[in-house]
Nanobody
Framework: QVQVVESGGGLVQAGGSLRLSCAAS????????MGWYRQAPGKQRELVAD???????EYLDSVKGRFTISRDNAKNRVYLQMNSLKAQDTAVYYC??????????????WGQGTQVTVSS
């Protein structure tokens, strides 16, 4: 089995910072891309940032220059450093990992989500 677990959410004032962490564990052969998505109440889930195993990144336009995604391939971890947070960043943040498991099956695995609330 494969598990993906996020941590690091919370309540922060506008202009503040938070760092989200995500760890993948279990029967993992390799991990391709890892990413962070978010879903605000009444809105669709959207991609915030993702990163390939080689370190290539992409970001949602509204977070460029404020958020930084990084990963530790040896530890199967991905991070999201969020600076200059705004009220509109409030959402549940989900980690997603594109994993090839030890049985040879490749699929996306999702974490349970972590709440980020930015007070204005």
């Amino acid at each position: 089995q494969v598990q993906v677990v996020e941590s690091g959410g919370g309540l922060v004032q506008a202009g503040g910072s938070l760092r989200l962490s995500c760890a993948a564990s279990g029967s993992i052969s390799s991990i391709n891309a890892m990413g962070w998505y978010r879903q605000a109440p009444g809105k669709q889930r959207e991609l915030v940032a993702d990163i390939t195993s080689g370190g290539s990144t992409e970001y949602l336009d509204s977070v460029k220059g404020r958020f930084t995604i990084s990963r530790d391939n040896a530890k199967n971890r991905v991070y999201l450093q969020m600076n200059s947070l705004k009220a509109q960043d409030t959402a549940v943040y989900y980690c997603e990992a594109d994993i090839l498991n030890e049985l040879g099956y490749r699929r996306s695995y999702w974490g349970q989500g972590t709440q980020v609330t930015v007070s204005s």
